[in-house]
């Protein structure tokens, strides 16, 4: 079996889609898939990450689609991923999606939230692939993502954490800022971004970290003790899961899209700042039963390659 794969990671810190690609590479050429990146001749499948072609994504929808017209047997499965409605101003790139995922044969969502704003919002899209789609969540890889070895003590700072490649407004940048500001008067908490900060505020008060990736990253993040993400309508997210991975509860923002379905009783949802400090002591005051929630087995990217693998051979049979 022979795929490519239209994002070609790159070997730096990088968005989510660069693990997303890492982590099935390594599961599907650890199997009997070979995997290439290129749009070569003998292709039994084109997976495709993103419609768009750049530097990363060497081929947008059109390269794919002419890649078809000469070989029509090749399958399109497109894992779908991002919508418009994740960013402070629209790209316009749901007409994109929509036109790639009426052009393949089956698709992906990375979340059930994701699926259900498509089928809500596009009928064509629904009535086409209602009955043949799946629903697989992202995972991280626990090479990199894995249990602290140590829990925090009461009486201790409480040490908070996040990350994002992504400095887009709506990754929660209203709550990190009103948290900056408010760090002097909360004398027990700490707070670490790590990653690409908005440029309409410059943080005073918390500990910037610039973007790391695989273990450096998983080892800052094992440093604390709780997972912020104030992320609005993400698609799926990663970030959570490696917070999660670390062995952190998660604190996650209502609206934050399909990150609420992934954390699965080891964290709480929030509305704004100040529900956001109840419900961090909330988790403190009980933190053995929130981290003894956290499902590895769920977050690892064995599960999410297994389920990938399975579906591509059920679709090559």
């Not at 060497?58 to 070989?71: N, R, T």
């Not at 779908?80 to 402070?88: G, L, P, Q, S, T």
């Not at 629903?135 to 249990?147: H, R």
């Not at 005073?204 to 450096?216: A, C, L």
């Amino acid at each position: 079996m022979k795929i490519c794969i239209t994002l070609e990671p790159p070997h730096k810190s990088y968005g989510g889609g660069a693990f997303f690609v890492e982590n099935l590479y390594d599961y599907f050429t650890a199997r009997d898939i070979d995997v290439v990146y290129h749009l070569e001749p003998g292709l039994d499948m084109i997976f495709i990450i993103d419609p768009r072609r750049d530097q990363h994504n060497k081929y947008g929808i059109g390269d794919v689609l002419k890649y078809k017209q000469a070989y029509p047997q090749v399958k399109l499965l497109y894992a779908v991923n991002e919508c418009d409605i994740k960013r402070d101003v629209s790209i316009n790139l749901e007409p994109l999606i929509v036109h790639t995922i009426l052009n393949c044969d089956y698709i992906v969502f990375i979340s059930n939230w994701l699926r259900d704003y498509y089928f809500s919002k596009y009928n064509n899209v629904k009535n086409v692939f209602e009955h043949k789609h799946s629903v697989i969540n992202n995972a991280c890889d626990p090479k990199y993502f894995y249990k602290r070895r140590y829990t925090r003590k009461p009486g201790d700072k409480i040490k908070i954490v996040t990350h994002h490649w992504s400095n887009n407004y709506f990754k929660g940048f209203e709550i990190y800022n009103e948290l900056d500001k408010n760090l002097p008067r909360l004398k027990n908490i700490e707070f670490t971004y790590i990653g690409n900060y908005n440029r309409q505020y410059l943080p005073k008060n918390i500990k910037y970290i610039t973007p790391r990736s695989h273990m450096p990253l998983a080892d800052e993040i094992r440093k604390h003790d709780v997972y912020l993400t104030a992320s609005l309508y993400e698609p799926g997210g990663i970030h959570q899961l490696e917070g999660m991975s670390c062995g952190l509860p998660v604190l996650y923002r209502q609206n934050g899209g399909g990150i609420a379905e992934t954390v699965k009783g080891a964290g709480e949802e929030f509305s704004n700042f100040f529900d956001m400090l109840k419900k961090l002591d909330l988790i403190v005051n009980n933190y053995d039963d929130y981290t003894s929630k956290i499902d590895y087995e769920f977050l690892s990217s064995k599960r999410f390659g297994k389920q990938y693998y399975d579906l591509l051979r059920r679709l090559l049979e």
